[in-house]
């Protein structure tokens, strides 16, 4: 049977500002039969989006086909004119783009969205459309299928605009449906229920898909074969079952390492000594404070932590938990309106305004996105160089030696000090954030999500550079992420926040252990992993339709509505208490530990 | 783009042209602006008075010529005062924020509320009409929305993370302001200038041809379309050559300012 999409020698051009050409996707060829799911895996810049958009016939402003052919069916896609792409798409082939939040319009009702292209393609009426969309809201198991699209896009959350957005896609039957890294902007909870749902749906309908992801062990869930591609070329195109165990080419070989970072630590000694950064009964929000000294929008609430000189913190949990905000109190960036934070035996002040320039000095914070954390007109020399004449008053050649030695010190060419940060790549750009903060010489560094816009490749170069500048200058971290494995990667201690609270702590080697708050082991059976039988082997999950913001003034432990061990009448009214979990950890839950530990019962 | 290409080099010449009229238009002017000829009133273009007289049977082109000192220097000192202030003031309310933030925008948003001639006029009758007057009026009117334009750009900037990462470092404001701010916003605080310099113009004539403006015997562009208002009648050039040398530089500045900031913007 001849394959239904056959992508032979696919070339695509792009156009600069300057007018100069760059080709980004250089003669590729695939093929895909139908009800087959193809991954097409790579780094950003690899082509894939371009690929998987060219199937359609589409191509981003200033970019064009320039070459090869592209089949669906008995569809020469490259060849149609605008009548032809207007029947193909939405019809035959249908799109899933990363965010539905900015998929869908705001002004109107999701069902009107949803069935708004078969109403186009004329392949259903309005009541017809309508029913079928409840029983893809059914089958993608979105709750409250009969009346969720009368609701408006802000009004579901975003794991279900996801799905509702593939509802979107399917209402027309397309024979091939290209999923943009749908999930890739969802949390590892919500993640996996709409991979799930995503799984079911295909296969119940025999559906043919283009899979783009930077996520192996996603890929790995969903997809029948995988395509790796790098700078517009094709690497290795294979099942993907032998692509992870044995991978040919170096590219994913390096692309399956990368996926499963190996921890990066030795056995260290216990260290000894009083902690470096003390933080007790923390309580910070926004929006001004209550009578009773509380914040109005409480986002973190009675956090305690302790870290030891050379020692790192990982704090992980969900978007919306407050690690980010844990960052930016401890740094004085918003004042904590409870608690303290003691720096070597110093209380700070909350505020930074009220902080000596020395204690500025002494805690750093890197942030996330490099593009937005180095101003975009100033050059590297003195980005690195503002620090060094701000804290030591440093100038002129004596600064430039000492902005030579950091970029050194970050494995970046000195050739880069002249340059702009939008001449740099991803990676450098992270490593000059990462000088900057050192040129302080800071005892802490708070770093916020500091691989999570990089691409696995280099994410997996920075965390090692992490590590480096750890051992070699006995650095103090406190790592945000909400990735499992980069913490477990690179950590000693791990953190875990659920809502603004602390739900346990334990020692990274302890991650694997058993006996774990329910949060912590829904987080952790939630990280997909490289095997292509995960998804299926993982559990029911629970429906996370929660209102954080809620469950953050909530009186008992936060997370009761999702439990699988709460316990009525305790959990929803009464603060957990912290016991030890006799691993070396803490956790705060009603339940003791050897219960948790056993398989989950409510009562 | 190439298409657009002539009009690129044109607009700006305008432009150039007739801010050197504000220093050169009397040096150059072929007759005394303020002297009447030996012609007839209101003549018609000719080789000996190219633009043709006015009124009093003065030579146009050399009222235009000088007139270019009172309509492009004033909008231009006007729009220069507005834009730096407007500059000034959004850059602290970005960088100050909170409760200073809040009352400069509500006081200035006020001054939005009052009709610009409106305001033009109670001014002029309250002082008389004098060039610094005119100056600080025309000013004061244009403040409110540089302010807007700069603390809208500037409170975007603001929250990027590398002002972010400068307050935690412990800068002061100032050097928040101007080092890491301002640099991030020079484009569309220039494409908001030449706007509000089109602004100015065209309401220092408006003022000038109520006779509100620059007065007799001086004349700005407006002042001339108004003394010359009587030979519509007849079909003077004296009218419509004023208007159209606000024309002229009103549509080059907008052009200019296309050309430089126009396709950047347009390039994502």
């Known amino acids: 049977m001849a394959p239904l999409i056959e992508i032979r020698d696919l070339r695509v051009i792009a156009r600069g500002e300057d007018g100069a050409e760059t080709e980004i996707v250089k003669g590729v060829s695939f093929s895909v039969h139908r009800g087959e799911v193809m991954g097409l895996i790579g780094e950003s810049g690899s082509g894939k989006t371009t690929i998987a958009l060219a199937s359609m016939g589409y191509t981003r402003a200033g970019c064009r086909i320039a070459g090869g052919t592209v089949r669906i069916g008995e569809t020469e896609v490259t060849s149609l004119d605008a009548k032809g792409l207007m029947a193909l798409r939405g019809r035959r082939v249908a799109y899933i783009a990363q965010s539905a939040a900015a998929s869908f319009n705001p002004s109107r009702t999701i069902m009107a969205q949803v069935i708004e292209s078969a109403l186009i393609h004329r392949t259903a009426d309005e009541a017809t459309a309508t029913a079928k969309a409840v029983d893809l809201f059914r089958a993608l198991a979105i709750p409250d299928p009969e009346t969720i699209g009368n609701r408006y896009p802000h009004q579901v959350s975003g794991g279900q605009l996801q799905r509702l957005m593939a509802a979107m896609a399917l209402i027309t039957d397309p024979e091939v449906v290209i999923f943009d890294e749908p999930t890739t902007a969802l949390d590892v909870t919500t993640q996996i229920e709409v991979l799930k749902a995503f799984k079911a749906a295909i296969a119940g309908r025999n559906t043919t898909g283009l899979y783009v992801t930077h996520d192996l062990a996603v890929i790995a869930q969903i997809a029948d074969r995988i395509t790796v591609l790098r700078h517009g070329a094709v690497k290795e195109i294979a099942d993907v079952e032998a692509l992870i165990q044995s991978p040919a080419d170096d590219y994913s070989k390096q692309l399956i390492a990368a996926a499963e970072p190996a921890p990066r630590l030795g056995a260290e000694a216990a260290p000894a000594g009083a902690p470096l950064l003390t933080v007790s009964g923390l309580t910070a929000g926004y929006g001004g404070v209550t009578a009773e000294g509380l914040p109005h929008i409480p986002i973190l609430s009675d956090i305690d932590l302790a870290i030891a000189p050379g020692r790192s913190l990982g704090i992980i949990g969900e978007s919306g938990c407050g690690k980010s905000t844990l960052a930016r109190v401890i740094a004085g960036l918003l004042p904590a309106a409870r608690g303290t934070i003691t720096l070597k035996g110093e209380t700070l002040a909350p505020a930074l305004a009220a902080r000596t320039k020395d204690q500025l000095r002494r805690i750093q914070i890197v942030f996330q996105s490099a593009d937005t954390a180095l101003n975009p007109r100033v050059a590297v020399k003195d980005i690195i160089g503002r620090p060094l004449t701000f804290y030591f008053g440093l100038t002129g050649p004596a600064r430039d030696k000492r902005v030579r030695e950091l970029l050194d010190l970050t494995h970046l060419p000195a050739s880069v000090m002249d340059r702009q940060p939008g001449d740099l790549s991803g990676g450098q750009k992270q490593r000059v954030n990462l000088a900057r903060a050192l040129a302080a010489l800071p005892d802490i560094l708070l770093c916020d999500e500091v691989t999570s816009a990089l691409d696995t490749v280099v994410a997996a170069a920075i965390l090692d550079l992490i590590v480096e500048l750890r051992r070699e200058l006995n650095l103090t971290t406190l790592f945000i992420s909400h990735d499992l494995k980069t913490v477990r990667a690179i950590c000693d201690d791990v953190m875990v926040l659920y809502a603004g609270r602390m739900v346990e702590k334990l020692p990274a080697a302890a991650i694997a252990g058993q006996v774990h708050h329910p949060y912590t082991q829904l987080l952790f059976a939630s990280v997909p992993e490289l095997s292509t039988g995960w998804l299926a082997r993982s559990g029911a999950v629970r429906e996370g339709q929660i209102d954080i913001a809620a469950m953050q003034v909530a009186s008992g432990c936060a997370f009761t509505p999702r439990c699988a061990w709460r316990k009525a009448g305790t959990c929803d009214s009464q603060r957990p208490p912290v016991a030890a979990n006799g691993a070396g950890g803490i956790i705060a839950c009603h339940r003791p530990a050897e219960a948790l530990a056993g398989p989950p019962a409510t009562d | ?268």
């Open chain 2, 1 to 268: 783009m190439r298409r657009r290409q002539p009009l690129r080099w044109i607009a700006p010449a305008i432009v150039i042209f007739w801010l050197a009229m504000t220093v050169l238009g009397p040096v150059i002017a072929p007759y005394d602006p303020t002297a009447i000829q030996d012609a007839d009133l209101f003549e018609g273009l000719s080789r000996t008075y190219l633009l043709g007289t006015d009124y009093f049977g003065r030579d146009m082109l050399s009222r235009i010529l000088a007139g270019a000192r009172y309509t492009v220097g004033i909008a231009l000192v006007s729009t220069l005062l507005a834009a730096g202030t407007g500059l000034l003031l959004g850059l602290a309310a970005s960088a100050i924020g909170g409760a200073f933030d809040m009352a400069l925008s509500r006081f200035l948003d006020a001054l939005i509320s009052i009709p610009s001639k409106m305001f033009g006029l109670v001014v002029v009758a309250a002082f008389g009409s004098s060039m610094p007057v005119l100056i600080v009026t025309l000013a004061v009117i244009y403040v409110p929305g540089c302010y807007r334009i700069v603390r809208s750009v500037a409170v975007n900037v603001a929250a990027l993370d590398f002002v972010t990462v400068a307050r935690a470092r412990g800068e002061g404001t100032f050097y928040v302001m101007l080092r890491e701010i301002l640099p991030n916003m020079i484009g569309p605080v220039l494409a908001d200038f030449g706007l509000r310099f089109i602004y100015v113009v065209l309401l220092l004539s408006s003022l000038s041809f109520l006779g509100l403006g620059v007065q007799p015997p001086e004349a700005d562009w407006g002042s001339l379309v108004r003394e010359n208002i009587g030979g519509l009648a007849e079909g003077a050039p004296a009218v419509i050559t004023p208007a159209l040398a606000i024309a002229s530089l009103t549509i080059a500045v907008n052009l200019t300012i296309d050309g430089f900031f126009g396709h950047r913007q347009g390039g994502h």
